[in-house]
């Protein structure tokens, strides 16, 4: 008999064949499938955050474990409504303007999906106006801009600029980051946080998401 | 007519040595890099601006006094000679004209060090790779390619010694394999996109640089496997597959010296030290003096063998003594300065060897690239011509030689590191040894969004 908590373990091995046995099983014997959700497929992820947090798992690990829980997903999904599935925040993310280094915008993408967070990934040499558009049609809790170069890093500054002008700043918070990004920067240019790398921006946007500051997700 | 490599450059390792080569190669002002003196080689950007029409005086006002600024330094502290690199940002290779406006500015004042301290230098100019802008990369064609190939020739004509790039063909794949540790994908991003697009890319900018007085230096995997060194560093990836990865670009840079590169390879393409054992060309190197640019494992051992010596980047930003191109100008002078020292008082194998000891064993990126590690294994690869084969075979020998030397244990090594090179072993077995039919097999497993196979003659 199929438990949660192989659905855990499953997720935390990064077994792909496993899990889709496994998530039938549950389901066949009549478990909530919001249940598999929150208490098999994501509990699963947040055994495996920790772990990379510290040293212990490798990103390739971390991304097989989200391709199990997604696999997982494909499941449960058709039982429940698109309301149902439990999200931690809405996040808009993207390489700013002029600027081509995906890699790391990449990693964190794949790291707020695989904590629960609903992503929009605007891709690289995102102008300032797509930011803003953006802003205005997803409606997110956090906008993420990154920039590798010390002449893109002021595109980050512009883009804020442009929120501002269309009237939806105070509508996100916004993270930033990047080689040549500091928290000076982010302080300067009136960013509300700074991170070094992708697996500590998820802390900032989990940090930022329980702060009751941050704006709540606006109804479409 | 490519030229092939179906031997080593050298036969003796104790001959494989920093400073000297078999090729060397001789610039304008008279430098002959590679004929047995290790020369500085100064790299520098902007700090945090915009650059546009109204910004550029103050872009080029900043270049014009980095350049007085460290060849003054030079000067001061006796270099034998400077090779200064023009690394651009992107903005300076989509509107040339602002390229070749700063390297003129590079030239000019390149002149007048020789004129006022009879200064030796030399000019390495590198636009970037905006092929890559278009998504999915334009390759072969349109705005990008023409505005970079507008900028060599320019900058050529108007006295650039050198032309190199960090070419991406394939990295649109190989950010895949790097994030999944996927070592399958990434032997088809370097060994068959990444080798057919540097086979276009080079054959053009060698013909470029020839008609021009101008060498064709070299390439790097900067996008490759110094990503992989940067993701192990942070603890995203293995340290093993980042090693793997280095060896696995190797027969990708070689292209361009098939092509007609003749050197120094670009500083920060670590697999210098195999193209240096297999063309016997010059090879550019950083290490400890690029830490103002990154972190790296390699610190010592990069200089083991080689030509010129780089800072990597440094932007210009004001330390406690002096602006950061000055300061990092005079740490490469006086790195070289005892390199050059231990060769004039026959002590440059020992020092060699120093340089390659006290890295080699604390980790496995530094491992791979120990003298004798690279002779050995570059012994292997020239005896296959398919650059196909050459990169599965790169991969393939690396983790042999990887698992012999954690099993004796002559380099440091994490609990996970035997798992992860059994993984990839396996992995390297199963890829077949015809590439078309490699293709085949990868096809379902890539992203056709990603990259358009035209554009790499597929």
Same mark, same amino acid.
């Given at each position: 008999?199929?438990?949660?908590?192989?659905?855990?373990?499953?997720?935390?091995?990064?077994?792909?064949?496993?899990?889709?046995?496994?998530?039938?099983?549950?389901?066949?014997?009549?478990?909530?499938?919001?249940?598999?959700?929150?208490?098999?497929?994501?509990?699963?992820?947040?055994?495996?955050?920790?772990?990379?947090?510290?040293?212990?798992?490798?990103?390739?690990?971390?991304?097989?474990?989200?391709?199990?829980?997604?696999?997982?997903?494909?499941?449960?999904?058709?039982?429940?409504?698109?309301?149902?599935?439990?999200?931690?925040?809405?996040?808009?993310?993207?390489?700013?303007?002029?600027?081509?280094?995906?890699?790391?915008?990449?990693?964190?993408?794949?790291?707020?999906?695989?904590?629960?967070?609903?992503?929009?990934?605007?891709?690289?040499?995102?102008?300032?106006?797509?930011?803003?558009?953006?802003?205005?049609?997803?409606?997110?809790?956090?906008?993420?801009?990154?920039?590798?170069?010390?002449?893109?890093?002021?595109?980050?500054?512009?883009?804020?600029?442009?929120?501002?002008?269309?009237?939806?700043?105070?509508?996100?918070?916004?993270?930033?980051?990047?080689?040549?990004?500091?928290?000076?920067?982010?302080?300067?240019?009136?960013?509300?946080?700074?991170?070094?790398?992708?697996?500590?921006?998820?802390?900032?946007?989990?940090?930022?998401?329980?702060?009751?500051?941050?704006?709540?997700?606006?109804?479409? | 007519?490519?030229?092939?490599?179906?031997?080593?450059?050298?036969?003796?390792?104790?001959?494989?040595?920093?400073?000297?080569?078999?090729?060397?190669?001789?610039?304008?002002?008279?430098?002959?890099?590679?004929?047995?003196?290790?020369?500085?080689?100064?790299?520098?950007?902007?700090?945090?601006?915009?650059?546009?029409?109204?910004?550029?005086?103050?872009?080029?006002?900043?270049?014009?006094?980095?350049?007085?600024?460290?060849?003054? +330094?030079?000067?001061?502290?006796?270099?034998?000679?400077?090779?200064?690199?023009?690394?651009?940002?992107?903005?300076?290779?989509?509107?040339?004209?602002?390229?070749?406006?700063?390297? +003129?500015?590079?030239?000019?004042?390149?002149?007048?060090?020789?004129?006022?301290?009879?200064?030796?230098?030399?000019? +390495?100019?590198?636009?970037?790779?905006?092929?890559?802008?278009?998504?999915?990369?334009?390759?072969?064609?349109?705005?990008?390619?023409?505005?970079?190939?507008?900028?060599?020739?320019?900058?050529?004509?108007?006295?650039?010694?050198?032309?190199?790039?960090?070419?991406?063909?394939?990295?649109?794949?190989?950010?895949?394999?790097?994030?999944?540790?996927?070592?399958?994908?990434?032997?088809?991003?370097?060994?068959?996109?990444?080798?057919?697009?540097?086979?276009?890319?080079?054959?053009?900018?060698?013909?470029?640089?020839?008609?021009?007085?101008?060498?064709?230096?070299?390439?790097?995997?900067?996008?490759?496997?110094?990503?992989?060194?940067?993701?192990?560093?942070?603890?995203?990836?293995?340290?093993?597959?980042?090693?793997?990865?280095?060896?696995?670009?190797?027969?990708?840079?070689?292209?361009?010296?098939?092509?007609?590169?003749?050197?120094?390879?670009?500083?920060?393409?670590?697999?210098?030290?195999?193209?240096?054992?297999?063309?016997?060309?010059?090879?550019?190197?950083?290490?400890?003096?690029?830490?103002?640019?990154?972190?790296?494992?390699?610190?010592?051992?990069?200089?083991?063998?080689?030509?010129?010596?780089?800072?990597?980047?440094?932007?210009?930003?004001?330390?406690?003594?002096?602006?950061?191109?000055?300061?990092?100008?005079?740490?490469?002078?006086?790195?070289?300065?005892?390199?050059?020292?231990?060769?004039?008082?026959?002590?440059?194998?020992?020092?060699?060897?120093?340089?390659?000891?006290?890295?080699?064993?604390?980790?496995?990126?530094?491992?791979?690239?120990?003298?004798?590690?690279?002779? +050995?294994?570059?012994?292997?690869?020239?005896?296959?011509?398919?650059?196909?084969?050459?990169?599965?075979?790169?991969?393939?020998?690396?983790?042999?030689?990887?698992?012999?030397?954690?099993?004796?244990?002559?380099?440091?090594?994490?609990?996970?590191?035997?798992?992860?090179?059994?993984?990839?072993?396996?992995?390297?077995?199963?890829?077949?040894?015809?590439?078309?039919?490699?293709?085949?097999?990868?096809?379902?497993?890539?992203?056709?969004?990603?990259?358009?196979?035209?554009?790499?003659?597929?």
């Amino acid at each position: 008999m199929a438990t949660l908590n192989d659905v855990s373990q499953c997720v935390l091995d990064g077994d792909l064949n496993g899990i889709k046995v496994l998530v039938q099983a549950l389901i066949d014997d009549g478990t909530d499938p919001i249940v598999i959700i929150n208490d098999g497929l994501i509990a699963g992820m947040n055994i495996v955050a920790p772990l990379f947090k510290s040293g212990e798992m490798f990103v390739p690990e971390v991304m097989e474990s989200a391709d199990t829980m997604n696999e997982g997903m494909k499941l449960v999904k058709p039982l429940i409504t698109d309301d149902d599935i439990p999200s931690k925040g809405k996040i808009i993310i993207g390489t700013v303007n002029g600027d081509l280094h995906d890699i790391g915008k990449n990693l964190l993408v794949m790291m707020m999906e695989s904590r629960g967070y609903t992503v929009i990934d605007l891709g690289v040499d995102v102008k300032e106006e797509a930011f803003s558009a953006a802003v205005k049609e997803h409606k997110p809790n956090i906008v993420g801009m990154s920039s590798l170069l010390t002449t893109t890093m002021m595109k980050i500054e512009s883009t804020i600029k442009q929120l501002v002008a269309d009237g939806v700043r105070n509508q996100v918070k916004i993270i930033i980051g990047g080689a040549p990004v500091t928290q000076e920067f982010a302080d300067d240019i009136g960013a509300d946080g700074y991170s070094e790398d992708a697996s500590t921006a998820v802390e900032l946007c989990d940090q930022m998401m329980s702060d009751q500051s941050c704006p709540e997700e606006l109804s479409a | 007519m490519a030229k092939k490599f179906n031997k080593l450059a050298y036969t003796n390792l104790d001959d494989f040595v920093y400073g000297s080569c078999p090729n060397p190669v001789t610039t304008k002002s008279g430098m002959v890099i590679g004929g047995g003196v290790v020369y500085p080689e100064i790299n520098f950007t902007l700090p945090g601006m915009d650059i546009n029409d109204v910004t550029m005086p103050k872009a080029a006002t900043i270049y014009s006094n980095i350049i007085e600024g460290v060849l003054k +330094r030079a000067a001061e502290l006796y270099a034998p000679g400077v090779l200064v690199e023009f690394e651009t940002l992107p903005d300076f290779t989509e509107h040339p004209k602002y390229g070749i406006e700063i390297n +003129r500015i590079l030239l000019n004042g390149m002149k007048e060090a020789a004129e006022k301290y009879g200064l030796k230098t030399a000019i +390495r100019t590198t636009p970037n790779d905006l092929r890559e802008f278009s998504r999915p990369p334009i390759m072969r064609s349109g705005k990008y390619w023409e505005t970079m190939l507008e900028l060599y020739e320019q900058c050529a004509k108007d006295g650039s010694d050198f032309f190199s790039i960090e070419s991406t063909g394939g990295k649109e794949i190989h950010d895949t394999a790097l994030v999944k540790a996927d070592i399958r994908k990434a032997v088809f991003a370097l060994g068959i996109l990444g080798v057919n697009d540097m086979e276009f890319l080079w054959k053009h900018l060698v013909d470029l640089a020839n008609a021009n007085d101008c060498f064709a230096a070299g390439d790097s995997a900067c996008g490759f496997a110094n990503t992989a060194m940067v993701l192990a560093e942070k603890g995203f990836i293995p340290h093993v597959f980042a090693a793997v990865i280095r060896v696995t670009a190797v027969p990708r840079a070689l292209v361009a010296f098939e092509q007609g590169a003749v050197g120094p390879s670009k500083d920060c393409a670590y697999e210098g030290p195999y193209l240096k054992a297999i063309t016997g060309s010059p090879i550019s190197m950083e290490g400890k003096t690029a830490a103002g640019a990154h972190l790296s494992p390699v610190g010592n051992i990069a200089a083991a063998v080689a030509d010129t010596w780089s800072n990597e980047s440094i932007q210009q930003v004001k330390l406690l003594s002096e602006m950061a191109p000055v300061v990092a100008m005079e740490q490469l002078i006086y790195d070289c300065r005892l390199m050059n020292a231990a060769t004039v008082n026959g002590q440059q194998l020992m020092f060699r060897d120093l340089l390659v000891q006290s890295d080699s064993a604390l980790d496995v990126q530094a491992y791979v690239l120990r003298p004798d590690v690279v002779m +050995r294994i570059s012994a292997e690869l020239v005896k296959t011509q398919d650059n196909f084969l050459r990169t599965k075979l790169a991969a393939q020998l690396t983790v042999a030689e990887l698992k012999k030397a954690i099993v004796e244990g002559k380099v440091k090594s994490d609990k996970r590191d035997m798992k992860w090179l059994d993984k990839m072993e396996k992995a390297i077995e199963s890829i077949p040894d015809d590439p078309n039919e490699f293709y085949h097999q990868m096809k379902s497993e890539l992203d056709m969004d990603k990259f358009i196979p035209s554009e790499y003659g597929l």
